[in-house]
């Protein structure tokens, strides 16, 4: 397996994305059906088959791209139905629905750090492991990479990030309600704050400012405890 081709490069990047945020928006139903709200549940998006989440241009389309680009891949699914009004505390029940996505990428980075970890102790050897080994590897660390971005990413507390329904449930009645209405931009939003903004301003990507510092801060946390597990640890 050449590291250089473009399949591979691909390969390592969209098949850890796609996990990341399949499992992203299933934690999201998960929570709705524990607290009362079964729409997720009946509309069959329950489940870890990725045909039922796919975005095209979210999932596949861009995340190709960016990585045949060699740029920093992200990507998105097909939103998770909830139904507010059928949780058992609608405010604070979407606050818990917004935050188990994010929970669940958290859970899995540090699976991945686990994982690298013993596979580093397994290998018995401080470098990389190359062949089949290292496309396992490969899809370790960017999974890692992914869940931890996909996390602080979504925890920007603007709609239509998960981050926006936590600052909805906090803030009063009244301006909860005129904050929600920012919701029918979250695309335009989106494409604003990560490809507009920094192509006009340099100095104001919201990426390389806000996410990219606690990312590498959380990054280090579970690289540190993958090393642990490895016995390489300091």
């Known amino acids: 397996m050449n590291p250089d081709n473009v399949i591979y ?26 607290l009362g709200d079964p729409t997720a549940f009946e509309k069959r998006r329950l489940s870890f088959n990725p045909v039922r989440h796919v975005d095209p241009i979210g999932t596949l389309v861009l995340p190709l791209g960016l990585a045949i680009a060699g740029a920093p891949v992200f ?5 998770v139905p909830v139904d507010a009004r059928r949780l058992d505390n609608p405010r604070w029940g979407m606050v818990a629905v917004a935050l188990a996505g994010p929970g669940m990428n ?17 290998t018995g050897d401080t470098a990389p492991p190359t062949g089949v ?14 869940n931890v971005f996909l996390a602080l990413f979504n925890l920007l507390p603007l709609p239509p990030f998960d981050g926006g329904h936590v600052v909805q449930g906090i803030l009063p009645r009244r ?7 920012l919701a029918r931009f979250g695309f335009l939003l989106v494409i604003l704050l ?25 990054i280090g946390w579970f690289l540190a405890l993958a090393q642990t597990i490895a016995g390489t640890g300091a």
């Open 9 to 34: 490069r691909a390969a390592v990047w969209i098949i850890p994305l796609i996990i990341a945020i399949v499992f992203h928006e299933v934690a999201h139903g998960w929570m709705a059906r524990f």
């Open 75 to 79: 990507g998105w699914a097909k939103p």
């Open 106 to 122: 958290f859970a899995l980075a540090t699976i991945a750090a686990i994982a690298l970890g013993m596979l580093s102790a397994a």
């Open 133 to 146: 080994m290292g496309f396992v590897f490969a899809n370790l660390v960017n999974f890692l990479l992914v």
């Open 175 to 181: 301006l909860a309600h005129e904050y929600a209405k």
């Open 194 to 218: 990560i490809v507009v903004v920094p192509m006009a301003f340099p100095s104001a990507n919201i990426v390389e400012r806000v996410v990219l510092p606690p990312a590498q801060m959380v």
